[in-house]
C-alpha cells in the first residue's frame, strides 16, 4: 500500500476514534464525500497531493492533505470548534504507519467562509505530512 493510502488509513483511525469529535459532528460524518441528503456537520476528505522529495531508495515523500467541513449551523461557532478539534488531533500526532515513519504532520492553513448559494459554512483544512519508507 502506498504511504498517502497508510497515512490516511491511520488519521481516519485517529479521528473516528475520538468521542470529542465523532459529538461535534452527524452520525458518519466522516466521509469522503459530501451526499446532498447527508446530515451536517461533516468533515470530508478532501484533495491529497503527494510528491517524492527524493531520488533515493529509501522515498521520503511530501503529503499535503485537506479536510473539508461542512455545518449548516447559523453561525462560525460549530465549524470552529470542529475545526480545533482536528487541529489538535492531528497537529504533530505519533502515528504507526505500517511500511512507513511518519516524520512530521502540521497544519498548514485554514480557510473557513460562508457559501453564498447554500448559506452553509465550509472550512477547508489544510496539512502537510512527510513520510519515509520504513
Do not use: C
Not at 11 to 34: F, K, N, Q, Y
Not at 51 to 65: F, G, P, V, Y
Not at 109 to 117: F, H, N
Amino acid at each position: 500500500m502506498s504511504a498517502r493510502n497508510v497515512l490516511q488509513t491511520a488519521i481516519h483511525a485517529v479521528l473516528s476514534a475520538d468521542a470529542t469529535l465523532t459529538a461535534l459532528i452527524a452520525e458518519d460524518g466522516i466521509v469522503d464525500r459530501r451526499l446532498p441528503t447527508q446530515r451536517l456537520p461533516v468533515i470530508v476528505y478532501g484533495a491529497v497531493d503527494a510528491r517524492n522529495l527524493t531520488a533515493d531508495i529509501e522515498r521520503t515523500e511530501e503529503h499535503k492533505l485537506t479536510f473539508e467541513i461542512w455545518s449548516d449551523a447559523p453561525g462560525r461557532r460549530e465549524i470552529e470548534q470542529i475545526v480545533d478539534r482536528l487541529s489538535l488531533l492531528l497537529g504533530d500526532v505519533s502515528l504507526s504507519l505500517d511500511g512507513y515513519v511518519l516524520i512530521n504532520l502540521q497544519r498548514s492553513g485554514v480557510t473557513v467562509r460562508r457559501q453564498a448559494r447554500s448559506g452553509y459554512f465550509y472550512a477547508e483544512v489544510r496539512f502537510r505530512a512527510v513520510t519515509e519508507t520504513a
